[in-house]
């Protein structure tokens, strides 16, 4: 099992994040690698990603659930699937939250908790690199989400 515990701080007030956050299609846009198809009858949603672990990349599709707090903005976002050559399998529950920046600098902070379990075969080395892969993801995530809201703000 990985834990993740982050928070990514953004330089804009917590409305603008929020809309941001809850919209599925310019998250994903902010994730390399990422893609989002269209949302199922069910609620859920197909994607996928491909992440590079060190030398190694590896295609993953999942499945998909979204829950939005829209008043308390926060949310919950569950997913399951399986890598492309069905070396490894992957369960992932992450709840995140937008809240106005502590200290002197206005903006605000997204707190974000989630545990990965991963099964298979490749299960191991992924286990190996996903916390630099995590962190650099996060960064790059965080710099994405920034520019985002600039631009949001600024039009």
Known sequence: MIEVNETIEVDS?????????????????CV???SLGERNEDGTYDAGITVKFGPAK??????VEIEYDHAGMSGKVVSRGKDAQGGARFQTTMNFAV???EGETPGSAIDIRANVDISGR??????????????????????QLAARCANAKAA
């Not at 941001?20 to 998250?27: E, G, Q, T």
């Not at 590896?58 to 499945?63: I, L, P, Q």
């Not at 299960?123 to 965080?142: N, P, W």
């Open 32 to 34: 390399a690698g990422a």
């Open 122 to 143: 490749l299960a191991s080395l992924i286990e190996t690199g996903a916390s630099m892969v995590v962190k650099r993801m996060t960064k790059d995530l965080s710099e």
């Open 13 to 29: 007030d917590p409305k603008t994040v929020w809309a941001l956050l809850s919209d599925p299609k310019a998250v994903v846009e």
């Open 58 to 63: 590896v295609a993953f599709k999942a499945k």
């Open 99 to 101: 809240r106005e920046r």
